[in-house]
């Protein structure tokens, strides 16, 4: 490379595509790993769903239902509905923008603390005014797959962290499952084990019968692993690609982009005589 001499120092010119922070190449070199080692190690350890360090690239792989599922419950919030509306309502209530509200949520849930702090942290008390879930909250692909769930035969349930009578926005919403149900019904929210005790209770099924799906991995994911369900990761909403970074999205049977993965898993997996003729 060429030497440029300029006043006392002697700079190396680098070409500006193959440019790495020094500190980052003296870390590499000191641990005596190549950097041509070390992207095909970080090529091998995405070589899962989401694939690329980027996590696109898999979109679109089919998925398979896990073996003996007879069973899915759905979480409500970035699950099947978009918090978004709600979330602008309660900031525009609060008198902030709701560049600065999300803002601080996701700093919160990136922190791993408890996001109904972000009412302290403005400053202020959380606003009364509770936007009810319509129609036009639900995400495009939650009732496809709640139907495809029912004409699969399988037991179809909703049960999320959610105030009281969000059951009767959901069905007006068009959401006719087995069994629709609230934290604030219940009386026990997630991730307590009481919570998930109910879902088996509601659904009538063994827990390992049983696919819980939501965006979350404190709440949905590991509580659900824990009361021996089958689970489906969705990453989507904040938490969902905040928590998609940690190494436990691993630990869920099925990690989705988006709930239309779940419903082509359940077309796919259905006698050919029960599917309609196209
Ligand atoms: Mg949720």
């Known amino acids: 490379m060429k030497q440029l001499r300029h006043g006392r120092f002697a700079r190396t010119r680098v070409p500006a595509k193959n440019y790495q922070h020094p500190n980052t190449l003296a870390k590499r070199q000191a641990r005596g790993v190549?950097?041509?080692?070390?992207?095909?190690d970080t090529a091998a350890h995405h070589r899962v769903r989401w694939g690329s360090p980027f996590g696109w690239e898999d979109r679109g792989v089919p998925i398979?239902?896990?073996?003996?599922?007879?069973?899915?419950?759905?979480?409500?919030?970035?699950?099947?509905?978009?918090e978004s509306r709600a979330w602008s309502r309660q900031a525009e209530a609060a008198g902030v923008t709701p560049f600065t509200l999300m803002g601080l949520l996701g700093a919160l849930i990136a922190r791993g603390e408890d996001h109904r702090r972000v009412w302290a942290l403005l400053g202020i008390e959380k606003p009364a005014a509770r936007t009810l879930i319509e129609?036009?909250?639900?995400?495009?692909?939650?009732l496809p797959c709640l139907r495809a769930v029912d004409e699969r035969g399988l037991v179809v349930g909703i049960a999320g962290n959610q105030p009281a009578g969000v059951e009767a926005q959901l069905r007006a919403a068009g959401f006719s499952p087995h069994f629709l149900a609230?934290?604030?019904?219940?009386g026990v929210e997630k991730p307590s084990?009481?919570?998930?005790?109910?879902?088996?209770?509601?659904?009538?099924?063994?827990p390992g019968a049983i696919l819980y799906v939501g965006d979350r991995l404190d709440n949905d994911v590991l509580p659900a692993r824990a009361a021996g369900m089958r689970t489906g990761f969705i990453r989507r909403g904040p938490w969902g690609h905040l928590h998609a970074q940690r190494p436990e999205a691993?630990?869920?049977?099925?990690?989705?982009?988006?709930?239309?993965?779940?419903?082509?898993?359940?077309v796919a997996g259905r006698p050919a005589e029960t599917l309609a003729p196209s």
């Open 193 to 206: 084990p009481e919570f998930f005790d109910r879902v088996v209770a509601e659904a009538g099924l063994e």
């Open 135 to 142: 129609e036009a909250d639900l995400y495009p692909d939650a």
């Open 64 to 82: 398979e239902l896990p073996a003996g599922v007879l069973g899915v419950v759905f979480d409500v919030g970035e699950t099947l509905v978009d």
């Open 34 to 40: 190549s950097v041509a080692d070390r992207l095909s």
């Open 182 to 186: 609230s934290s604030a019904a219940w």
């Open 250 to 266: 691993r630990l869920a049977d099925l990690r989705l982009n988006t709930l239309a993965e779940l419903t082509d898993a359940m």
